[in-house]
């Protein structure tokens, strides 16, 4: 039986099991779209339903096409193991994910990326531009936090949590970035109007000549409007599943 079937041979109740088939999709949907450079040392994180506060993760040392629904691992929010596994967890990597899960429990999955296009905005003083489509669409959307060094130490965790505050999207300056969501699609969604944004506005540094600005008022707007399609129950997973069933075509 292959480890993507539905067929219950596990030992999970279906909500988690949907959410371990789901997460793993994702896993693959940003490695379909190349937005996984580091490789095996980013994460994607959800929380398991129910009363305690876990999460899946991926195994430390698996790239993001060798993750499946039952090698991911289940964490505390220290990122320690709280089912056995085969493979090891990476709780200093899984610190970002840990200080927002922790703050946000309304922010059910984080997903953190170094894309060139990302990283690229994030090095820049001025962060992220509005003037684009997608840019538009993350108008008082973002937090910027301060680099202070590769881990999330644990005196940073102040910091970082006020820089995001009620945001869904944390610029890591000189980094990447970490989006959060109220579910994995949500997430995924957010994610992909940050990497459009940043690819167009790295885009358009290149071409001469100013970009037409758009008013405040505008900018907000399409930001509410923006916020208020992908909260709407099944918005973002009608996007997230296309793009899962784009991926396995192309693998077909
Ligand atoms: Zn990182």
Not at 37 to 43: D, K, T
Not at 134 to 149: C, D, P, S, T, V
Not at 162 to 171: C, E, H, I, P, Y
Not at 206 to 233: F, Y
Request: hydrophobic share 45%; aromatic share 8%; glycine share 8%.
């Amino acid at each position: 039986m292959n480890d993507m079937s539905p067929t219950k041979l596990h030992r999970w109740s279906d909500a988690e099991w949907a959410l371990r088939v789901q997460l793993a999709d994702c896993y693959h949907a940003v490695e379909y779209l190349g937005w996984s450079e580091m490789m095996i040392f980013n994460h994607i994180s959800a929380r398991v339903p129910g009363p305690d506060t876990h999460y899946l993760v991926n195994p430390f040392g698996l790239t993001y096409s060798e993750v499946t629904p039952k090698n991911l691992l289940k964490v505390d929010l220290d990122g320690n193991l709280v089912e056995p596994s085969e493979y090891d967890p990476n709780p200093a990597g899984f610190a970002l994910h840990s200080a927002i899960h922790g703050a946000r429990p309304d922010a059910h999955c984080v997903i953190h990326t170094h894309t060139n296009a990302v990283s690229a905005i994030a090095l820049k003083q001025a962060g992220f531009g509005h003037d684009d489509f997608y840019g538009a669409q993350l108008f008082n959307r973002i937090g910027y936090h301060a680099f202070e060094g590769i881990t999330l130490f644990a005196e940073e965790k102040p910091r970082m949590l006020a820089s995001l505050g009620d945001k869904d999207v944390l610029v890591l300056r000189n980094h990447g970035v970490a989006v959060c969501g109220a579910d994995v699609p949500k997430a995924f969604m957010t994610l992909w109007t940050v990497q459009r944004a940043a690819e167009i506005q790295c885009q358009a540094g290149m071409i001469p000549g100013a970009n037409t600005a758009l008013s405040d008022a505008v900018r907000q707007h399409c930001a509410d409007t923006a916020a208020r399609l992908v909260g709407k129950s099944g918005f973002a997973d009608k996007v997230f599943d296309a793009t899962v069933r784009k991926m396995k075509a192309a693998a077909a």
